[in-house]
């Protein structure tokens, strides 16, 4: 079964400074991966996907992310936080069926706060 | 464009009540799931649907019931609502073979 670890419960960073949130993921397959933001009282928006081809993706809000096959990870970074980034991410994997659509298995996410 | 327009925002339930969540998206998407999020655990999949007339469980589906007899609604009922059913639910949907999901506002239940 597939499965997706956010090991940082909570992080806090400087505004400026640079930031990284670890997702692991378990999957039998070439996954296909996305990282979802959620402010408070919000729904999810999509910060980036990854689906196949450069490992390296680039996403909304200066957000990227790297895939790397051999560690099963899908570490989100951004090289200088802004206040307004403070929120909760979440790290997910979609299973894709084959009768269409994508179930898509979340992390536990990880919570982020910005210091002024 | 409105999107993935979920109704109500708030509930409060009675134990043992029912209820129906609505969900609707307007972008043609086959492709429609409900979650649900609770602290700590992030979001898990209740029930899914790949189109109309079509649905299937997911994650944690008992006390749910879903039903598609359209492309646009997805309703999830509550058949007799408990304390352990308190939490926010989230509509989602997205084309079939792999697309980006689009969540709806949510919608925050809490049973009494």
């Known amino acids: 079964a597939q499965s997706v670890t956010q090991p940082d419960i909570h992080i806090t960073v400087s505004e400026g400074a640079s930031l990284e949130l670890r997702c692991n993921y378990s999957?039998?397959?070439?996954?296909?991966l996305f990282w979802y933001v959620q402010s408070p009282g919000q729904g999810l928006q999509l910060l980036l996907k990854y689906f196949s081809g450069d490992t390296l993706v680039q996403g909304i809000k200066g957000f990227e992310a790297e895939f790397k096959r051999s560690q099963s990870s899908f570490n989100l970074r951004k090289p200088s936080v802004h206040w307004s980034d403070a929120a909760e991410y979440f790290c997910?994997?979609?299973?894709?069926?084959?009768?269409?659509?994508?179930?898509?298995?979340f992390g536990t996410g990880t919570q982020l706060k910005v210091e002024l | 464009n409105a999107g993935v327009t979920q109704t109500p925002k708030f509930q409060v339930l009675k134990t043992g009540q029912s209820m129906t969540l609505q969900c609707a998206q307007d972008?043609?998407?086959?492709?429609m799931s409900w979650y649900r999020q609770d602290p700590g655990m992030g979001l898990r999949l209740i029930h899914y649907s790949v189109g109309a007339g079509i649905t299937d469980q997911g994650e944690v589906p008992n006390g749910y019931n879903v039903s598609r007899s359209t492309t646009e609604d997805f309703p999830l009922r509550l058949l007799s609502a408990a304390p352990s059913q308190t939490s926010v639910y989230f509509c989602a949907s997205s084309y079939a073979g792999g697309g980006e999901a689009f969540f709806g506002q949510g919608t925050r239940l809490t049973v009494v």
């Open positions: 999957y039998g397959a070439t996954p296909y």
């Open positions: 972008m043609n998407h086959e492709y």
């Open positions: 997910a994997v979609a299973n894709i069926l084959t009768g269409g659509g994508n179930k898509l298995t």
